[in-house]
């Protein structure tokens, strides 16, 4: 497996749909955080804390912020590197050759998917260095301990969310036989989970709990915990509420907040432990998500005939 690491690690690095992807990636970040520079006065006016972090979650200018950008822009990165990981190779007849090496057949999809994993963090993570220290020279203000622990975690959520697409274009891959076919289901979920879903659900909360003039207040109560249990089946939504708890320390719950629980409550910042807590379940179910994908393209691929086109 560690050779054909390498020669994956190899062709990504080498390959010019990998050079495109990080350019994109690489002028959308750079675009986003001259946004928020632009409205960053305005808002560090009404709040002077937690500046640095400002710079990943304000917009302006009409340019979205750093973590809505990734938010979208994020699956389109792991479909590019692995929309075609099996099923091209599978067309061009080397997927024969290779198998027929004395290697496991499990090395094989071991291999595309941990270096298509590896080029992910690399990615995310040196994005955010350059984001941060762009920031960093525009302000001249330095992060602190919390800020820079705090954008550690996005960068680490943003890596996973992204390895979840990776593992999904994978098993399309596996499943579909040519990579156009792969590519625009992926696409397909993708626009899903990104911009309809959230209307399918309110859609489906509304019916199950319906909304009239003379609701109640339990009524509303269930059509709100309806549409948010139904919407953080979507990774989309997960790793969108998720960024936004950590990268806001004024957020307390990821959940409604009934008036009676506010009393006795003391104004004031979350620590980077306590936010942490809130968002486990997001990064155990991101990680689940990704973890269940691959096992699914893992067997489909140990159980398909490979010796013909």
């Known amino acids: 497996m560690g050779a054909l690491y390498r020669k994956e690690m190899s062709d990504h690095i080498h390959s ?26 305005s808002e560090t006016a009404s709040d002077s804390g937690y500046i640095f972090l400002k710079l990943f979650t304000l917009s302006g200018n009409s340019i979205p912020s750093f973590t809505s950008f990734i938010a979208l822009l994020g699956p389109f990165v792991g479909l590019a590197l692995g929309f075609d990981a099996i099923n091209s190779e599978r067309s061009e007849g080397t997927l024969n050759r290779l198998v027929a ?38 302000t001249g203000i330095p992060p602190s301990g919390e800020e820079l622990g705090r954008v550690l975690v996005l960068l680490f959520f943003t890596s996973v969310y992204i390895c979840f697409w990776l593992a999904l274009s994978i098993l399309f891959s596996v499943l579909c036989r040519h990579a156009a076919t792969s590519a625009m289901v992926v696409i397909a979920l993708w626009i899903f989970f990104a911009l309809f879903m959230t209307l399918v659900v309110s859609i489906a909360a509304n019916v199950l709990y319906p909304m009239g003039q003379t609701a109640t207040a339990s009524q509303i109560l269930a059509n709100y915990n309806c549409q948010m249990n139904l919407n953080r089946l979507s990774p989309y939504y997960l790793y969108s509420e998720a960024v936004s708890t950590i990268m806001n320390p004024q957020v307390r719950s990821t959940n409604i907040i009934l008036p009676q629980q506010l009393s006795g409550a003391i104004n004031g910042y979350l620590s980077l432990g306590q936010s942490l807590l809130l968002v486990w379940p997001h990064l155990t179910g991101l990680l689940a998500l990704t973890a269940v994908v691959f096992a699914v393209s893992y067997i489909s691929f140990m159980r398909k005939e490979i010796r013909g086109r």
């Not at 690489?26 to 409205?39: D, K, N, Q, R």
């Not at 291999?111 to 020279?137: D, E, P, R, Y």
Request: hydrophobic share 60%; proline share 2%; net charge positive.
């Open 16 to 41: 010019k749909r990998f050079l495109i992807v990080l350019l994109l990636i690489l002028l959308t970040s750079c675009a986003s955080i001259y946004g928020a520079l632009s409205s960053l006065s």
């Open 101 to 138: 090496q004395p290697i496991y057949r499990d090395a094989v999809i071991n291999g595309k998917f941990l270096a298509g994993a590896t080029i992910i963090f690399l990615m995310v993570f040196s994005m955010g260095l350059i984001a941060g220290a762009v920031g960093l020279l525009a």
